[in-house]
Every structure is written in C-alpha cells, then in structure tokens.
C-alpha cells in the first residue's frame, strides 16, 4: 500500500509541476503518453503531452527549421514535423505485435502540446506495451509517464531516461 502511494503523490506532483505557469525554463522534463483501448471501435486511442517550448527546440534542432507550434499559418508545416517526431519516436504494440500508428494531429494547451495518434483494427488488448524515446535526443533526464487503459482497468508507470517502455497485461 505505501508503494501505490508514493506513486500517486509522484505523480501527482508531475501534474501539478507540469500544469503550472511558468514563463522562464522549467525545472522537470517530463512527456506523458494515455494509450486507451476503445473497445467500441476497436482502436487505441493514443495522446501524448510534452512542454511546447522543449518541443518546438528538439523539432528545430533535428529538421534545421524554424518552429513555432503556435502560429496557424505554419499549422500544415508544423502538422509534418510533428508527425515526423512521433512516429519515429513512440511506438506502441498490442498484444506483444507491433502496431501501426496513424497520426491525427496537435493542439497548444497553455505551455503543453497534445498530440494525438491512433491505432485501428484491434478487436481485443490482452497486453499493450509502449516504446518512448520523446525528447530523449534532448534531455538525459528526460521523463516519461505512461498510461495504459482498458475499460476501467488503468495501469501506469514512469519511464526514466535511459530506459524506453513500460508494458502491461490485462
């Protein structure tokens, strides 16, 4: 039991440092990743959370252009680059098979960037894995929280730098 609550109040913590405004750099370099199986449609329903700032200066530095995640007329050039990034640096399997992730598209959220992705064409999840490498180019102590949700059955972790995946079974 002190287990379970020492991982809450963690991560309680992370959420409440990365949901706060702070118009210099912030102190922790954290992405969170919900991958959720919709039994309904039968698709995972993928969204990732990463500071914008953090973003916008690994996507600059890797494909040598000028970013700003922010501004709608570059929305179309932004939508690449980030499709780019993600689908090279997070991959989800299911059911111990790699799945192909197709990629939906961003929002800004106050000082965070959502991403959302999805996998269709799975009809049951009996284990999910994720593989994330977010910003890990950039920060070595980079961390990544990661969600996996069947139903009402939620299973979590945080993945440190150097470390990649987190996988579970239902």
Known sequence: MHLLNTKFVTLFLVFTLFGLSNKGKHPLHVSTTEVNF???DKTLEISS??????????????YKQKTDLANPALKTQMDALVRKYMLSHLQVKAN???????????????????????????????????SSTILYDMF????????????????SSKILY???SFSANF
């Open 96 to 130: 111990g098979k790699p799945v192909s992730l197709n990629y939906i598209g961003f929002e800004i959220d106050h000082e965070a960037t959502n991403i959302y992705m999805e996998a269709e064409k799975i009809s049951s999840l009996k284990s999910a894995e994720v």
């Open 49 to 62: 959370r990463i500071f914008s700032d953090d973003f916008e200066a690994i996507l600059g530095k890797l």
């Open 38 to 40: 919709n039994s309904k």
């Open 140 to 155: 070595d102590d980079q961390m990544s929280i990661v969600h996996l949700v069947k139903g009402a059955t939620r299973k």
């Open 162 to 164: 150097p470390d990649k």
